[in-house]
């Protein structure tokens, strides 16, 4: 099983809201990540967890904060979110960043967020 | 800058030939690489993932990898039209670094009925 769950589906929020965004993984995978992904572009990379501590921050505005409850849940909270922060929000997580074939990244099915 | 470059389409083929999506990536020291389908609307799919050089199939898929090219490939044979997608290259761009993949800007291939 390499289900990765995401809710809500679809979001939409004004710029003064506070939101968050959620993923759950009961693979007993140590890894989880957020990216954020534009129409016609890529995913981008924004944060990491690894054995629940942030790995990674790519660099990514404060309005955007992560946060590892426990090793199966990542949430994503939102806070005076720009237009141009609408995206689909992915959630993946990974087994294992120790041995070679490990991290195979598996994507949970997004979340829509539009920001009026 | 490390990158990984593909070719951005679309790529046509007929239903029933093979498809072949290209992909080339600027760091010499990345070990891991790995494809990924996505359908409009829906999140990227991990289809295949490859190590060491050569081939490995999986059904009617295999990636070729040659990393004194640095050079992976995509093949699908017998193409059907739910084939058709975005195939997303993808390739950790460090060594020791296994937490961090960077993602081509897709292939977008149509099967043609």
């Known amino acids: 099983d390499t289900e990765v769950t995401q809710t809500p589906k679809h979001l939409v929020m004004g710029m003064t809201n506070k939101k968050s965004l959620k993923c759950e993984q009961h693979m007993g995978h140590r890894a989880m990540y957020w990216y954020k992904q534009k129409a016609k572009k890529p995913p981008e990379l924004m944060f990491v967890?690894?054995?629940?501590?942030?790995?990674i921050n790519e660099s990514v505005p404060s309005r955007f904060s992560p946060e590892c409850p426990n090793s199966s849940l990542l949430n994503l909270h939102l806070h005076a979110l720009q237009p141009e922060d609408s995206a689909l929000y992915l959630c993946?997580?990974?087994?294992?960043?120790?041995?070679?074939?490990?991290?195979?990244?598996?994507f949970g099915p997004g979340t829509r967020l539009t920001v009026t | 800058q490390k990158e990984v470059e593909q070719n951005s389409g679309p790529l046509s083929v007929p239903e029933g030939a093979i498809a072949s999506l290209n992909c080339t990536y600027s760091?010499?020291?990345?070990?891991?690489f790995f494809w990924y389908r996505q359908y409009s609307g829906k999140s990227p799919e991990l289809i295949m993932s490859i190590y060491s050089n050569g081939d490995k199939e999986d059904g009617r898929f295999t990636a070729q990898l040659n990393k004194a090219s640095q050079y992976v490939s995509l093949l699908i044979r017998d193409s059907q039209p739910s084939d058709s997608a975005t195939y997303l290259c993808a390739a950790n761009p460090e060594m020791n670094r296994d937490d961090k993949i960077i993602f081509g800007k897709g292939t977008r291939l149509h099967i043609l009925p």
């Open positions: 760091d010499r020291v990345s070990q891991s």
């Open positions: 967890y690894s054995y629940e501590k942030l790995s």
């Open positions: 993946a997580s990974s087994q294992d960043l120790a041995a070679l074939g490990s991290y195979e990244q598996y």
